[in-house]
């Protein structure tokens, strides 16, 4: 069953990132007549929110069919198993904390690659070590933090190589700029803290509390909402005179009357939402899912064989090109990731050395006499019984 649900969490996880892309490539009609890009990183966050708000109907759902049993099913099945006693309070926080980070996430992708958005995104597991150390008594060791080094290493090759290869490769980029790019690659960097926060506390929250996965985080899709709700009235009229953050009609932040407009001028667009509010869904449940089961590290660890996937998926769209300095990054990236999970470099290291001193012991233990016109009779037999 974790394996079922891991591979959901890389597939969904992978579709949701593309649709994401997709959505902020596609034109529409604005309500001042001209075809712009549908940048609304406020708009997408409630929709996603909207998604984990299903989960809180799917619980309900799930928990009247099955108390209507009258067999207890309700506490042994996989949807509705957990503590009753819930504070739908306790899901404030992470709420806010999401919210910030996926607006900062959508704002990325909108001015940078797919792939890269999806690499960047795991040196989340940078601040979850040093949150963890603080919040979780979690202690950080050599191979932790030479395992940093190495994923900061690799974000810097990713980050340099994306501002280089932004003068042919930039068939998905709204603004090909450099000062676009790594303002989007900042804005996703930035994001990773407050991802890493809500990680955390998901970690000490979930282990520590048997709550409902769905009913967990329907609510804090219920608390998103109402968070999303009054940032877009807010940002709705908020003036931003910088390029690329004011691509609208009125140069707001995020202009909610191009919405519809642009969405009843491509309706690409709302096939798009709607299957991003469902794989939202999917993607929340199997994230909190291996958080409760594993840890906020492993998710991370998990969700960078999606990034392999959607740099896949966007080179078979022809969204981007292959890169060979991309590719050194990526796997030094992952390389960063699995020392942080295991210490691959000293376990390589120390079988470096056992082999030498192996190969030391058996030259060591041949005869001298041997190749020397001796009998070649070994010198390390056993000794003989008194």
Known sequence: ???????AFLIFGSCNVFLIKWTTILQGKCS???????????????????GECLCLVIYKIAYCFLRRRNNGSEDSNLLTSGDREFRPMDMLLPAFLNTI??????????????????????STII??????????????????????????????????????????????????????????DLLILCATIFQAAKMIYHEKYV????VPILQALGWQGIFGLVITTCLAICTNFLPTPMSPFNDSSRKVYDDLQDIFTQIQSNQWLVVALCIMVFTTAVHGYTALSIIRFSSSANL???????????????CLLEWEQLYFVTIIGYIILMLGLITY??????????????????????????????????????????????
């Open 1 to 7: 069953m974790q394996t079922m649900i891991i591979l």
């Open 32 to 50: 001042d007549g001209e075809w712009r890009y549908f940048q609304h990183p406020v708009f997408l966050t409630f929709l996603m929110f909207l």
């Open 101 to 122: 980070a996926t607006i900062l996430f959508v704002s990325g992708i909108y001015l940078t690659y797919a792939s890269s958005f999806q690499a960047i995104r795991c």
């Open 127 to 184: 601040f979850i070590g040093l949150f963890g150390s603080i919040y979780l008594n979690q202690t950080l060791i050599g191979r932790h933090w030479s395992a940093i080094v190495i994923i900061v290493c690799a974000l810097t090759i990713i980050i340099s190589t994306d501002m280089q290869r932004v003068v042919f490769d930039n068939t998905s980029l709204s603004h090909p700029n450099k000062n676009a790019i790594l303002a989007g």
């Open 207 to 210: 282990k520590a509390c048997n």
């Open 300 to 314: 991370i660890l998990a969700e960078s064989i999606g990034s392999y996937l959607v740099w896949l998926w966007a």
């Open 341 to 386: 999970r295991k210490a691959v470099i000293m376990e390589w290291y120390r079988s470096i050395i056992l082999h030498i001193a192996r190969n030391r012991y058996a030259e060591m233990s041949v005869d001298p006499s041997e190749g020397m016109g001796g009998t070649g009779v070994p010198t390390n037999r056993a000794a003989d019984v008194i």
